[in-house]
């Protein structure tokens, strides 16, 4: 069974203060990673696609990577507009078209 | 990228009684799905919506409960029936997906509350 674990949970920042948020993943045939944006009220925004181990993708102060086991998704210089919850999700080849949803992880960055 | 509006945003609904939320793509896409996300917690999803043809449920979720029509590839409805407190939840809409752009795109969410 396709299984996503997001860690941590939560995560306070100071404004300015980088970090990472984890997400590792057991799927039978990753056929893609993807990383999420939701803001309370709000359905998810898409964020990235990874695709393959070793691919990184960038947009504005995010970086998202990808191991076989664990995706990344690193905030530098985090702003307080950065403050939402992450979600990570797979699309395994035992399943179609559908993502499987970590827990998220709730970041707050303080100015 | 796809948008997708989904009706009622939000809704307070009477135990027992049904309501019916719908989604609207401004495009047409291969996938629709139905996920559920409860108070404080991640997506669930419900169902995949197939167009002309009986949606396909997540181990939990039936048809009975939560009846699906997508009668084109641009216009889904869920139905959750018979309601309870239990049922009080986001109900989100997607649409996209691997099959087709790579991205699986979100409306805003219907708020449903069971009294």
């Known amino acids: 069974e396709d299984q996503v674990t997001q860690s941590p949970e939560a995560l306070r920042l100071q404004e300015g203060e980088s970090s990472s948020l984890n997400c590792s993943y057991t799927?039978?045939?990753?056929?893609?990673l993807f990383w999420y944006r939701q803001d309370p009220g709000k359905g998810p925004e898409f964020l990235f696609t990874?695709?393959?181990a070793g691919e990184e993708k960038e947009k504005e102060r995010l970086k998202a990577t990808l191991t076989k086991k664990e995706s990344f998704l690193h905030i530098t210089a985090p702003k307080p507009e950065d403050s939402a919850t992450y979600l990570c999700a797979v699309h395994g080849s035992s399943n179609t078209g559908k993502l499987i949803f970590g827990q998220g992880t709730t970041l707050q960055v303080k100015p | 990228s796809a948008v997708i509006s989904q009706k009622p945003s939000r809704d307070i609904c009477q135990r027992g009684t049904s309501l019916t939320i719908q989604c609207q793509v401004d495009s047409q896409v291969t996938m629709m799905f139905w996920y559920r996300q409860q108070p404080g917690q991640s997506l669930t999803l419900i169902a995949t919506a197939n167009q002309g043809s009986e949606a396909t449920y997540e181990s939990g979720f039936v048809i009975d409960k939560f009846p699906i029509s997508r009668p084109n590839l641009t216009f889904s409805t869920l139905t959750v029936s018979n309601m309870s407190p239990e049922d009080s939840s986001i109900y989100l809409c997607?649409?996209?997906?691997?099959?087709?752009?790579?991205?699986?795109?979100f409306g805003e969410g219907s708020r449903l509350t069971v009294l």
């Open positions: 990874l695709y393959s």
């Open positions: 799927v039978s045939g990753l056929r893609g």
């Open positions: 997607s649409a996209g997906g691997v099959l087709n752009t790579g991205e699986l795109f």
